[in-house]
C-alpha cells in the first residue's frame, strides 16, 4: 500500500463510494434485465437503494460523499427520492407503499369465516427505477473524475520511489476463518484488515490422525 497521506486516505475513499456505487448499477442493472414482474424485482431494486445511499452515509472510517462533490441540481429531485424510498420503504416500513391488514373471510351469508393476516406491497415502478440507474451512472462518473487526477499525481509522485523504499510500506493485515465463526461483529478501523470467511465441505474427505 502507498504511505499514508492525506491524499492517499481520500483515494481510499473515492475508492470505497465507487465500490458502493458499483454495486447500486450492478443490483439495478439484474433488476432491470429481470423486468418489473421477476420475483427478483424487489430484493434487486431494493439492494441499489440501499447501496447507492451507503455511499452518502457518514461512518466512523469515512465521510458522506457530499463532503466531495455536490449532487448536480438536474439529479437533486431524483437523488432525495431516493434517499426518501430507502429510509420509510427499504430500510423501515413506513410508507404507503406497503399496507398490513387484518383481513376478514367471510362466508357467503355474510359471517366471519376466517381472519387471515395480509400485507400489500406496490414495487418499484420500471420507469422510477430507470431514473435511478441513471442518476447512479452520474454520480459514478463524478467520482471517477475526482479519482482520475488523484492517482495521476500519485503515480506521478510515487513513480522515482526506489525498491527499497517500497518495501518499508505498509501491508493490509489479512485473517482466514472458518465460515462456522462469521458473526458480522467486526467493524472496519483506520488498519487496513480484510476478513475472509471460508466454507469447507470436508465430504469425502478422508482425515488421518
Excluded at 469515512?62 to 430507502?86: K, N, V
Excluded at 413506513?94 to 355474510?110: I, R
Amino acid at each position: 500500500m502507498l504511505p499514508d497521506t492525506p491524499e492517499t486516505r481520500l483515494l481510499t475513499e473515492l475508492s470505497s463510494y465507487a465500490d458502493d456505487l458499483s454495486e447500486a448499477a450492478v443490483a439495478m442493472d439484474l433488476a432491470l434485465e429481470a423486468g418489473g414482474e421477476s420475483p427478483l424485482w424487489p430484493p434487486l431494486t431494493g439492494y441499489a437503494v440501499v447501496a447507492y445511499m451507503r455511499a452518502f452515509v457518514h461512518s466512523n472510517v469515512r465521510g458522506g460523499l457530499l463532503t466531495h462533490l455536490e449532487i448536480p441540481d438536474d439529479l437533486a429531485e431524483t437523488h432525495s427520492m431516493i434517499r426518501t424510498y430507502r429510509n420509510t420503504t427499504v430500510a423501515h416500513s413506513q410508507s404507503q407503499l406497503s399496507l398490513s391488514l387484518p383481513l376478514a373471510a367471510l362466508t357467503a351469508e355474510g359471517r366471519v369465516k376466517t381472519v387471515v393476516p395480509i400485507t400489500v406491497r406496490h414495487n418499484l415502478p420500471p420507469s422510477t427505477a430507470s431514473r435511478i440507474s441513471q442518476a447512479i451512472e452520474r454520480i459514478s462518473a463524478l467520482v471517477d473524475d475526482l479519482t482520475r487526477p488523484l492517482t495521476e499525481q500519485l503515480s506521478d509522485k510515487y513513480s522515482s520511489a526506489s525498491p527499497e523504499m517500497i518495501a518499508t510500506w505498509p501491508v493490509p493485515e489479512v485473517s482466514q476463518k472458518d465460515a462456522e465463526d462469521f458473526s458480522a461483529q467486526s467493524k472496519r478501523g483506520r488498519t487496513p484488515h480484510f476478513a475472509v470467511y471460508w466454507d469447507v465441505d470436508l465430504d469425502g474427505i478422508e482425515v488421518v490422525e
